[in-house]
């Protein structure tokens, strides 16, 4: 009787691992695997022994400069007696996972975030609050750097058009918005332009009223933005959660910067998916933008790359490209794609064994 019973064990094992292998793909880019880094001694001298540690990877690229993979290492940044104390360090490293440096901030109340984007004065890099060089030195912070609790807050997109940096968030405090808070950069010290008004996002007439159900929810989240140098036009993505799905438009650099709604709507709320330039259904994925089209990391694990128009107006083109990801969405991506006669290549950091992978492109 027991054997019968282990037999039913095994078969019924066998049954759902049959199973668990059809709704659990093998990742689509483990056969592209190029090269890897390991970072574990590294990251257990910035840890000190921590286990609860955060992490984020980013790429930064600008025409003329050298890309930049950007990985932040976050241990809990409070001291003995509940202080904020931040511990996090920046590991900035080139494309072919060569280590440039290790990056800290100037003060214990400085922390590393969102935007992360070259800089008008000359081959730095914004990181937050500081700028670096590209091997990783601190050089200055904006005299007057986006605090939290200002219209200015962290974690929003930045650009630079070899004359100024411009910066785009979501206002300080909100979930969703209808406008962008702004502020641009400008000479080697940092000044700042003195154009700050919010940019709409849609026009005023198309928001709903403020007493609407759930309005704090109804709105925006902005996602990243691609700046194409050559043509001077910024393509901006954003999230709606409220209907899950991510929506894309294209303006010049002027239109971005001016005060006129970024989407040229003129009807009333809602807006619908049909109004924008780019609308995919998703909810809440990882979203990655390069100049010829978006990647998602859907919260399923499927991982998709849309191509778009890379200049004029905005539109998808070609065949959507999909592929087994991972469902450990702990794992940050990163990507990197400058384009036509130029190596792409996508990169993926697992905290578990803190190694930094590099895979070749999958979706060209």
Request: charged share 20%; glycine share 10%.
């Amino acid at each position: 009787m027991k054997k019968l019973q282990a037999l039913a064990l095994v078969a019924a094992f066998g049954l759902a691992s049959c199973d668990f292998l059809k709704t659990t793909p093998f990742p689509g880019y483990i056969d592209r695997t190029d090269i890897s880094l390991d970072l574990s001694d590294r990251i257990e001298a910035i840890a000190g022994g921590e286990s609860q540690i955060g992490y984020d990877l980013q790429t930064v690229t600008a025409d003329g400069r050298s890309p930049r993979l950007l990985l932040l290492v976050e241990p809990p940044s409070t001291d003995k007696s509940g202080a904020f104390d931040y511990k996090g360090k920046l590991l900035v490293l080139d494309e072919d996972l060569v280590l440039r440096g290790q990056a800290g901030v100037a003060s214990s109340i400085d922390y590393f975030s969102k935007p992360y984007s070259y800089t008008h004065d000359g081959s730095n890099i914004l990181a937050g609050y500081t700028v670096l060089t590209q091997e990783g030195e601190s050089t200055l912070s904006p005299p007057d750097p986006p605090k939290l609790g200002s219209p200015h807050g962290l974690e929003g997109c930045a650009f630079s058009d070899g004359a100024n940096t411009y910066l785009f968030s979501i206002p300080s405090g909100k979930y969703t918005a209808f406008e962008l808070s702004y502020r641009t950069y400008f000479e080697a010290t940092w000044g700042i332009g003195g154009d700050e008004d919010p940019k709409p996002i849609i026009p005023a007439a198309a928001r709903p009223s403020p007493g609407v159900q759930n309005y704090q929810n109804l709105g925006y989240q902005l996602m990243g933005l691609h700046y194409n140098a050559d043509e001077d036009e910024t393509t901006f993505v954003f999230s709606e959660p409220t209907e899950k799905r991510i929506l894309a438009v294209r303006v010049t650099r002027a239109a971005a910067i001016s005060g006129n709604p970024l989407l040229g709507y003129a009807g009333s709320w809602p807006v619908p998916a049909s109004a924008w330039p780019i609308r995919i259904e998703a909810d809440r994925p990882k979203v990655a933008i390069c100049g010829n089209g978006l990647f998602l990391a859907r919260r399923d694990g499927w991982m998709e790359f849309y191509p778009w128009t890379e200049t004029g107006p905005l539109a998808l083109s070609g065949e959507t490209v999909r592929i087994a990801g991972d469902r450990a969405l702990e794992r940050p991506y990163a990507f990197l794609d400058e384009g036509p006669g130029e190596d792409a290549y996508m990169y993926r950091f697992d905290p578990a064994s803190k190694i930094l992978t590099r895979y070749k492109e999958w979706w060209r």
